[in-house]
């Protein structure tokens, strides 16, 4: 069975610029959530859309938007990319809306670089 | 409030030892405890996870220790083996919330 999977895993974008990340969650999760994740730190909680509405914002600018399809994969879009913007993506799946609700299952990862 | 708090940052074990990761939280609301291991170039994955109405919980190799009153929580590594070098994070949610609040992570080297 496939897991969540990711695309692209990895991109490199200059300051000012858009990305647009994608993922496929598991056959029959029908929640997605997006996970920002700094290089030696652990992942900061960005969106999660159950049910293709959302449930969850974290604190994000307004430059970070999601969508979830009616397929339930998801997308991630970055406006005006900075510096700081730069980290692994995550996407992760699971069964249910809340957090505590089950695993969540995570893909490897989006790798964005900003120059 | 929202902060999970985990140390040690770096850990070194000897192959066959015991691994030990801390965490502390402050919102009480938090009902839900997971433990995530990370290897390089892959995405975190459950390794193990506690709800607030047991202290303790096993699974082979691996036990969370949950003191509800310290508001602390541990993993503990029985039988530490090479392949258990990685970095792993402490986790904690509430049944309100959507997010998991993370660990800064700890990253555990075990020698052979």
């Known amino acids: 069975d496939a897991g969540v999977t990711q695309s692209p895993t990895h991109l490199i974008k200059t300051r000012g610029q858009h990305v647009t990340l994608r993922c496929s969650p598991i056959s029959g999760h029908k929640s997605v959530s997006w996970y920002q994740q700094v290089l030696g730190q652990g992942p900061q909680f960005i969106f999660q859309y159950y049910e293709k509405e959302e449930r969850g914002r974290g604190n994000f600018p307004d430059r970070f938007s999601a969508r979830q399809f009616p397929n339930y994969s998801s997308e991630l879009n970055v406006n005006a990319l900075l510096l700081g913007d730069s980290a692994l993506y995550l996407c992760?799946?699971?069964?249910?809306?809340?957090?505590?609700?089950?695993?969540?299952?995570f893909g490897e990862g989006s790798r964005l670089t900003v120059l | 409030q929202q902060q999970v708090k985990q140390s040690p940052q770096s850990l070194i074990v000897q192959k066959g030892g015991i691994s030990i990761i801390n965490c502390a939280y402050e919102?009480?609301?938090?009902?839900?405890f997971p433990w995530y291991q990370q290897f390089p170039g892959k995405g975190p994955a459950l390794l193990i996870a506690i709800r607030p109405d047991v202290s303790e919980k096993k699974e082979g190799r691996f036990t969370i220790s949950f003191n509800k009153s310290a508001k602390q929580f541990s993993l503990h590594i029985m039988d530490s083996q090479p392949g258990d070098s990685a970095t792993y994070f402490c986790?904690?949610?509430?049944?309100?919330?959507?997010?998991?609040?993370w660990g800064a992570g700890t990253k555990l080297i075990i020698k052979p």
């Open positions: 992760a799946s699971s069964l249910g809306a809340g957090a505590n609700t089950g695993e969540l299952f």
């Open positions: 919102n009480t609301a938090f009902d839900y």
């Open positions: 986790a904690a949610s509430n049944s309100s919330n959507y997010q998991l609040i």
